[in-house]
């Protein structure tokens, strides 16, 4: 049985984490949170293995200190500042970062799935997500009292299948392609395009009790008079309707939009004649703005600060 993937091990070399500059009196200087990231990680089982300890120059050299280690290169995240470390796991299933050092200009860090400038904001949790987009692992983004918001996957195709056969889903929104293979396609694309990206999109929400998908929700990019916006949008399955699931999803939502986005306000688009949807947010504070004609439709705009 193949061992869960998670986050096990991190690859390091300290010499070129050094950040002291040539007339600083001490002669090994680390990022502050770089160095409260290292103290922490053991809290959460992960190694720290430091190459300049192996002469670790070569694939093959880091798969024997891997092997000493009882570490998979998939189950590891190498945090590098030069180029020539990066080239290390040339080939290898391994996540990497990139920290922009500026005691060494000049490097590219192509290879590397994200850079950074510092540790301000890197944890284990920052780690963790960064290795689980090497490894198409979906997100959970937001949590709420009683489910989760998360990224979809190819795999949850069937599940969303089965909710849009709902007679009220499709009413006021588009419902899934009716042909499989082009639902896939775009489903893929979106997920490389909005939550690579973006780091936002329509989100699955799924129970955390049952696992059950309760519906899907979250944030969209769309022009609005020209200019980049913000909406939020929900679809909750029938059977979990009329329950406060999407005025639940909705606070914690908009919440994210405010802390996590560079937005000011959030809107949202929708059918005269849905009027459920518009009782719920005009009770999230939204105000009423225009009409707009979108794709043939006539929709309200609401706006929320």
Request: net charge negative.
């Amino acid at each position: 049985m193949e061992t869960e993937r998670k986050l096990r091990g991190l690859i390091l070399s300290m010499r070129e984490l050094n950040i002291a500059q040539a007339d600083d009196p001490e002669r090994f200087v680390m990022d502050d949170g770089l160095t409260e990231l290292l103290d922490g990680l053991y809290r959460y089982g992960v190694q720290i293995i430091n190459l300049d300890m192996f002469a670790a120059d070569s694939p093959k050299k880091l798969q024997v200190i891997l092997e000493l280690h009882r570490l998979q290169p998939e189950h590891c995240l190498l945090l590098a500042s030069t180029d020539r470390v990066l080239s290390i796991i040339d080939r290898m299933e391994m996540a990497s970062l990139g920290y922009l050092n500026p005691q060494i200009p000049g490097q590219k860090l192509s290879q590397a799935k994200m850079l950074v400038e510092n540790f301000e904001e890197v944890d284990f949790h920052f780690l963790e997500r960064v290795y689980q987009r090497k490894h198409g692992i979906p997100w959970t983004v937001i949590e709420t009292r009683r489910c989760f918001l998360r990224e979809m996957t190819l795999e949850d195709l069937d599940d969303l299948y089965a909710m849009y056969q709902g007679k009220s889903i499709t009413q006021y929104m588009e419902g899934l392609y009716e042909d499989r293979k082009k639902e896939e396609e775009y489903t893929r694309a979106y997920i490389e395009n909005m939550y690579h990206f973006y780091g936002y999109g329509m989100w699955l929400a799924v129970d955390k009790v049952t696992g059950k998908l309760i519906g899907r929700a979250g944030l969209n990019s769309l022009q609005l008079h020209g200019k980049p916006a913000l909406e939020m949008g929900y679809v909750i399955g029938e059977e979990f309707q009329n329950q406060g699931y999407a005025t639940e999803l909705c606070r914690e939502i908009l919440r994210f939009a405010e802390n996590e986005t560079g937005f000011e306000e959030v809107h949202c688009l929708i059918h005269k004649d849905n009027q459920v949807s518009i009782h719920l947010v005009q009770n999230l504070g939204f105000i009423w703005q225009e009409e707009l004609k979108v794709q043939g439709k006539l929709l309200q705009r609401y706006t929320k600060a």
